[in-house]
């Protein structure tokens, strides 16, 4: 409220000469003063001052650690005789036995992928061969507990008992959980935003030009950022791959495979950098419930660090760290329980020979 303050003032007339100077004094004097306080009312007009721009959040490239696990067959080897071997007994359903000196390690990283050879099923009719691997839905346990996120089913164990086997093999994944992918059909698992695609090839029973490059293809429609391929093939007990392997590594990289993961030797094989991506040939058995003894027993645990570009979109760089293990922790024999080999001792470092890996390369 604003206010006009208005003073009127009565002058005098001029004093004549014949005034005397006290009258003349007084004469001075205002004889009246009129105070007028008006008031006037004025809009006032609050401002709000403008909010600062929230900036848009730059994302941080994301580092995506995957830890790679060898052959897991968590059941008896049935013989085709109908005989089988002690790995129910061992476990005596224990399901966190097998998995107990690595559960904290595979629990801490952002995924897990496994090669599960085998069926979980109740199915009875199993195919004529050497050996069938068929176990009871409670083993899944055993998964959930080592924080298998994936598994890759495109290997020769997965139809052992038939199409039926590997149906219940894929319901059983799904209701705990994890995601499965083979030679038909590819899996997607998302960490923090990523889309990390996975199939498989089973070079045992087919090619990977015909199976792996239209998976690829969806994977890359479905807009995955990584993409790993699993490959089931080679020779057993070869610590070399043969030239057939590494020509089809190499095509899968150019194809568009972030990494190629192989199994099915059984045996550790050199890993090759190659056009700046990783290929494991082998990788090894990790828990093999099929073989009361081991010829050899080395393994590895071994993760890759996928880096991100500051989109998210694709990787710019991948990072290596191979865990020496062996599949037993009691030698001989196989007590189905994987532990990893001291650091620096022979056994170490005969993993990473096998592997013609040295630490120092990263």
């Known amino acids: 409220m604003m206010q006009a303050v208005i003073i009127s003032i009565a002058a005098c007339n001029n004093v004549s000469s014949g005034t005397t100077e006290t009258e003349f004094q007084e004469s001075l004097l205002i004889p009246e003063t009129t105070v007028e306080v008006v008031e006037t009312t004025e809009a006032v007009v609050e401002t709000t001052p403008s909010p600062t721009p929230t900036p848009t959040p730059i994302p941080e490239p994301e580092h995506i650690v995957v830890s ?9 080897a049935k013989a085709w005789d109908g005989s089988s071997a002690g790995f129910d007994a061992v476990i005596n359903g224990d399901y966190t036995y097998c998995f107990k000196n690595c559960a904290e390690l595979l629990n801490s990283d952002d995924m897990t992928l496994a090669n599960f050879e085998g069926a979980i099923t109740n199915a009875t009719s199993y195919k004529v061969k050497e050996f069938v691997f068929g176990s009871p839905y409670e083993y899944t346990e055993m998964l959930t507990y080592a924080g298998i996120d994936a598994v890759n089913l495109a290997n020769n164990h997965s139809g052992d008992y038939f199409e039926q086997g590997l149906t219940d093999t894929q319901t059983a994944m799904e209701s705990i959980g994890v995601v499965w992918s083979n030679q038909h059909s590819y899996g997607i698992y998302e960490v ?3 889309k990390i695609g996975m199939c498989g090839i089973d070079m045992v029973d087919g090619d990977y030009a015909g199976t792996a490059y239209p998976l690829i293809d969806s994977l890359k429609e479905a807009g995955c950022n990584i993409i790993i391929v ?5 020779i057993e007990k070869d610590y070399t791959p043969r030239d057939s392997q590494v020509v089809a590594a190499h095509d899968l990289i150019d194809y568009g495979a972030d990494i190629v993961i192989g199994t099915h030797p059984h045996r550790l094989q050199p890993i090759e950098k190659y056009n700046d991506k990783y290929i494991l040939y082998s990788i090894s058995n990790f828990c093999f419930g099929g073989n009361t003894g081991l010829s050899d027993p080395d393994t590895a645990i071994i993760q890759c660090e996928f880096i991100m570009d500051e989109t998210n ?3 710019v760089d991948y990072r290596l760290n191979v865990i020496p293990y062996s599949q037993t922790s009691t030698r001989p024999g196989n007590d189905y329980c994987p532990e990893p080999y001291e650091w620096g001792s022979e056994d170490y470092y005969r993993v990473l020979n096998r592997l013609n890996w040295a630490q120092e390369d990263e």
């Open 68 to 76: 790679f696990l060898g052959d897991c067959t968590l059941a008896e």
């Open 192 to 194: 923090r935003g990523v």
């Open 230 to 234: 699993s490959a089931h093939w080679g």
């Open 313 to 315: 979109t694709y990787c």
